[in-house]
């Protein structure tokens, strides 16, 4: 995808943008790629035609630096669109997503600990962090189900659908018809659930309309 310009229309945060940029372009002594992660935590060149598993990005040695990296994109014109950044020496990577950096795939057990984390990256603990069931969080407008992140990530990240169905079979449910649980069964142990994390996403650009 180098030097290929894309010019296309899309949508972040509700509103439809024009975007124009050439993959590998230098900025002021900068040179800038730019990236998408999807719902499933899948990576991809932004100006990928096809987004699915045979065009997203594989190789755990550079999934791992350049997930590692990722922060919030605070300073410049390209922060609205491109809310996060991702640097790599002299190179900046611009990213964009379908909702959050941080998409947990998995529940695994620790090698090093024998407890159970919270995969991302890839469903086989690449990236991880422990996995808190009192801290499982549940969007009331949107249903999508989230966990906390490291801080550097944005604190906040997204568990992945096919995760969120397999949590949702325990969750426990008030008499106010409610999307949000109000607690959840795991390893035989109730955890009442406050979905505190949630203030997170009104913190972010393309987010806020999704908080409680």
């Known amino acids: ?6 010019e296309y229309g899309s ?3 509700g509103n439809l943008f024009r975007r124009t940029y050439i993959q590998g372009q230098e900025v002021n002594r900068e040179r800038q790629y730019f990236y998408y992660i999807d719902h499933q935590g899948m990576l991809f060149l932004d100006d990928a035609k096809i987004k699915n598993f045979t065009s997203c990005f594989k190789e755990k040695r550079f999934l791992k630096f350049f997930l590692r990296a990722v922060k919030m994109n605070t300073s410049g014109d390209l922060a609205k ?8 020496g002299e190179e900046m990577n611009y990213i964009r997503c379908d909702d959050l950096p941080v998409v947990f795939q998995s529940i695994v057990t620790s090698s090093r600990t024998g407890d159970e984390v919270l995969s991302w990256g890839d469903s086989k603990g690449l990236l991880t962090v422990p996995f808190d069931p009192s801290a499982v969080a549940v969007c009331g407008i949107s249903g999508r189900v989230y966990h906390p992140a490291p801080y550097r990530q944005g604190g906040i990240g997204l568990i992945k659908s096919s995760l969120a169905i397999q949590l949702s079979a325990n969750f426990i449910f ?3 018809n409610s999307l949000q649980p109000t607690g959840i069964s795991w390893n035989d142990q109730i955890y009442q659930l406050s979905h505190d994390v949630l203030e997170l996403l009104n913190d972010r650009p393309a987010l806020g309309r999704y908080a409680m």
């Open 1 to 6: 995808s180098s030097g290929i310009n894309a």
């Open 11 to 13: 949508c972040v945060a």
């Open 81 to 88: 669109s491109w809310p996060y950044v991702s640097a790599c």
């Open 174 to 176: 008030g008499d106010d």
